[in-house]
């Protein structure tokens, strides 16, 4: 069975690094690239861009660049999105999906809750 | 920036048929968007329904049907049941990035 399993609940406060996983299994990690979506509370979806994990080339929304960062190790079959300060804004749910090329997300994580608060 | 608009809501009763659809703020959506459809139920993960605009992903009911109709994508359920109450999210692909619709909450009642 093909899963992406995330790491779990997180509560920091402001200012505070955070990094958070998407450990893929039952499929050839490298060969699909990994994006990664953000949910606020109470609102819709949002790419926040990808990684490729065979060569770790990333792109970002314009929204997201420069606010986190996305990284993979192949050898722990890993995705990681990851935060140097952490704003009370970025309270949300975070999903990873294996994107299947032009298919888009064929594969979701169970989602990891980030709770940012003083 | 482009924007993808869906419906805020919409309601139907069981049994019904219902088309959801995905539009941009500038221009019409074609294949070469390979539009795609998702359904979110309360405190659940996105599920895949659609992907490539009309292939249905493994396991989705067929009763979940998407196409090109006109200028926007649509999502089309044939005989709503219960168990669609849900948000569903339509999502782009804009060359090297996907924006997804804000998407639209299915009440089935």
């Known amino acids: 069975e093909v899963l992406l399993v995330q790491s779990g609940a997180e509560v920091k406060k402001p200012g505070e690094s955070l990094r958070i996983s998407c450990k893929g299994s039952g499929y050839i990690f490298s060969s699909y690239v990994i994006s990664w979506v953000r949910q606020m509370p109470g609102k819709g979806l949002e790419w926040m861009g990808r990684?490729?994990?065979?060569?770790?080339?990333?792109n970002y929304s314009p929204s997201f660049q420069g606010h986190v960062s996305m990284s993979a190790d192949k050898s722990i079959v890993t995705a990681s999105l990851q935060w140097s300060s952490l704003r009370a804004s970025d309270t949300a749910i975070y999903y990873c999906?294996?994107?299947?090329?032009?298919?888009?997300?064929?594969?979701w994580g169970q989602g990891t809750v980030v709770t940012v608060s003083s | 920036q482009t924007v993808v608009t869906q419906e805020p809501s919409f309601s139907v009763s069981p049994g019904e048929t219902v088309t959801l659809t995905c539009a941009l703020s500038?221009?019409?959506?074609?294949?070469?968007?390979?539009p795609s459809w998702y359904q979110q139920s309360p405190g659940q993960a996105p599920r895949t329904l659609i992907y490539?605009?009309?292939s249905r992903s493994s396991g989705v009911p067929d009763r979940f049907s998407g196409s090109i109709l006109g200028s926007q994508a649509a999502l089309t359920i044939t005989g709503a049941q219960a168990d669609d109450d849900s948000v569903y999210y339509c999502?782009?692909?804009?060359?090297?990035?996907?924006?997804f619709g804000g998407g639209t909450k299915l009440t089935v009642l």
């Open positions: 999502v782009l692909y804009m060359g090297r990035s996907w924006v």
């Open positions: 500038s221009g019409s959506v074609s294949t070469a968007y390979f």
């Open positions: 999906a294996r994107e299947d090329g032009w298919n888009a997300f064929d594969i």
């Open positions: 990684i490729d994990p065979s060569d770790s080339y990333t």
């Open positions: 490539n605009t009309n």
